[in-house]
């Protein structure tokens, strides 16, 4: 097998290993490969591999690995910060969006179809992207009433130097928050992958898994 199959079957043999030890089952969880800065010939080696969902945090580098890969069913998932003004053009080639964090980019993205995720910002650092865990239920009623958007749940980005644990318990509290407002919002998009198993121990539903899978990625263009 080639280095990225191996890559690729030793990290879901280590995801099953853990949703197994937590009790839960692995086809529950959703491993998305980010490949960002990677080519279109990469992500076109991984679909043979089996890989269908992909993701990717920069529209321009993102919507031309679409286009160029347009006859693979991939399922593409945006997971950078998005600007409001660009919000449409990404719904059309992605199926999911997990950094949704700011009213305006919710009306944007008003009967695309989207399903999506609110980024909980969990540094003190507002230009993070993310929203603040008390803004949470404002953003995500406005989600709950706005046509054509689907709330999965939440998603994070893990803090440097924070310990894991106390940022799962806080996603957890703030996941408990958004499904008293939309009840099956209950997905959690993670991507911690040096504690990949305490994620799946605390309730990570969606892995966003880089460069464990990828290989080190090549200096941005
Ligand atoms: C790049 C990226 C990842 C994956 O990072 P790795 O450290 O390569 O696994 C996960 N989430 C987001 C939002 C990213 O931009």
Redesign the pocket.
Known sequence: MSALGDRLADVDGRIADAARAAGRDPAELVRIV?T?FHPASLVRELFELGVRDVGE?RHQEASAKAAELADLDLSWHF??QLQSNKAKAVARYARTIHSVDRPSLVSALTDTGVDCFIELNLTDDPARGGVAPDAVEALAERVAYTSGLRLRGVMA?APLGADPRASFARVREVSHRIRSIVPDASAFSA?W?GDCAAAIADGATHL?????ITGNRPSPG
Do not use: E, F, L
């Open positions: 980010v960002k945090n997971v950078g980005v991507g992958w966003r898994i880089g460069s464990a």
